[in-house]
């Protein structure tokens, strides 16, 4: 079990609106920052890696920083239980399958699967295993079912369905991506800001899937005055999708004037990365996170 404790935010987020006061303290951190020499980098190209792969194990991954804050409004509201939703292997799922018992909360999990799974026991393979191990009730949609009626619309359902059962449950959204599991990314960049004092950087890489890991970076690399430029390589969606959808969380953390009007366009730069599809590599790819792996020792998943 954990408990709630304290938050104040960094100094350069002081004068945000409405910032959260409570936290659960659920990651591993700092997690590390140490070079990493990829084969084939340019002369004169100095590139490091920030290890939240390693933030915890069954909450490994960069969705436990959110839910720090997201957990413990659920607490602190006095929830019994958790809803959130995404793929039939979501790392999200797991850790908030994970960290909701840390915290005493049941959770619930709509995962999204082909139509033929969907009908039948999704079974034990990957996250599956973890999230039946820690006592997660799964409930399998098409993709079909999912694209049909969104996200906020399934479990805003679900929640119905266990409001009348007498359970009062807490919905986390995809990938914990709202202005308040921003926050987890806001902290993020007070912590990368110690641990890169000295270094130099001058630019900030990241995979963006729903968007407030991107949010949070950006915005906290702009208020702290690093002086980076921050790039989101989108997995999914479009880089309009993105950026309009960034957008909408700095409207939710920070009023234009806290941030100098900035925008999601000022302060990212989005680019499609999604190949041929979520989820899917080709063998180009995949001889990549090979060649990685083999010469660094760390597998870039």
């Given at each position: 079990?954990?408990?709630?404790?304290?938050?104040?935010?960094?100094?350069?987020?002081?004068?945000?609106?409405?910032?959260?006061?409570?936290?659960?303290?659920?990651?591993?951190?700092?997690?590390?920052?140490?070079?990493?020499?990829?084969?084939g980098l340019p002369p004169g190209l100095e590139l490091f890696i920030k290890r939240d792969d390693l933030t915890g194990m069954q909450l490994s991954g960069n969705k436990v920083r959110k839910l720090e804050f997201l957990?413990?409004?659920?607490?602190?509201?006095?929830?019994?239980?958790?809803?959130?939703?995404?793929?039939?292997?979501?790392?999200h799922a797991r850790a908030t399958?994970?960290?909701?018992?840390?915290?005493?909360?049941?959770?619930?999990?709509?995962?999204?699967?082909?139509?033929?799974?969907?009908?039948?026991?999704?079974?034990?393979?990957?996250?599956?295993?973890?999230?039946?191990?820690?006592?997660a009730h799964i409930h399998t949609v098409?993709?079909?079912?999912?694209?049909?009626?969104?996200?906020?619309?399934?479990?805003?359902?679900?929640?119905?369905?266990?409001?009348?059962?007498?359970?009062?449950?807490?919905?986390?959204?995809?990938?914990?991506?709202?202005g308040l599991g921003t926050w987890g990314y806001l902290s993020f960049v007070e912590e990368l800001r110690g641990q890169a004092a000295d270094l130099g950087l001058t630019d900030i890489v990241l995979a963006?899937?729903?968007?407030?890991?991107?949010?949070?970076?950006?915005?906290?690399?702009?208020?702290?005055?690093?002086?980076?430029?921050?790039h989101g390589y989108a997995v999914c969606d479009s880089e309009d999708y993105f950026y309009a959808f960034i957008d909408d969380l700095l409207d939710q953390v920070a009023p234009a004037?806290?941030?100098?009007?900035?925008?999601?366009?000022?302060?990212?730069?989005?680019?499609?990365a999604k190949g041929v599809g979520y989820g899917i590599s080709t063998d180009e790819e995949l001889a990549t996170v090979l060649d990685a792996a083999q010469a660094t020792g760390e597998a870039p998943w």
């Open positions: 079990m954990v408990s709630l404790e304290a938050y104040t935010p960094p100094s350069w987020a002081a004068h945000l609106p409405n910032p959260p006061t409570q936290r659960l303290r659920l990651a591993v951190t700092p997690s590390l920052l140490h070079p990493w020499p990829l084969p957990l413990a409004k659920a607490k602190a509201e006095g929830h019994d239980s958790v809803i959130t939703i995404g793929g039939i292997q979501s790392n399958a994970v960290a909701a018992r840390y915290c005493g909360l049941d959770s619930h999990l709509i995962l999204r699967t082909s139509r033929l799974a969907a009908d039948s026991d999704p079974g034990l393979v990957g996250n599956l295993l973890v999230e039946r191990l820690v006592g098409t993709k079909e079912e999912y694209a049909a009626a969104g996200s906020r619309a399934l479990t805003a359902q679900l929640e119905r369905q266990l409001r009348g059962q007498g359970a009062n449950p807490y919905v986390i959204p995809v990938g914990g991506s709202n963006c899937g729903s968007g407030s890991t991107a949010a949070g970076i950006a915005l906290g690399s702009h208020l702290a005055g690093l002086g980076v430029r921050v004037e806290a941030r100098g009007g900035a925008g999601a366009r000022d302060l990212i730069r989005i680019a499609e």
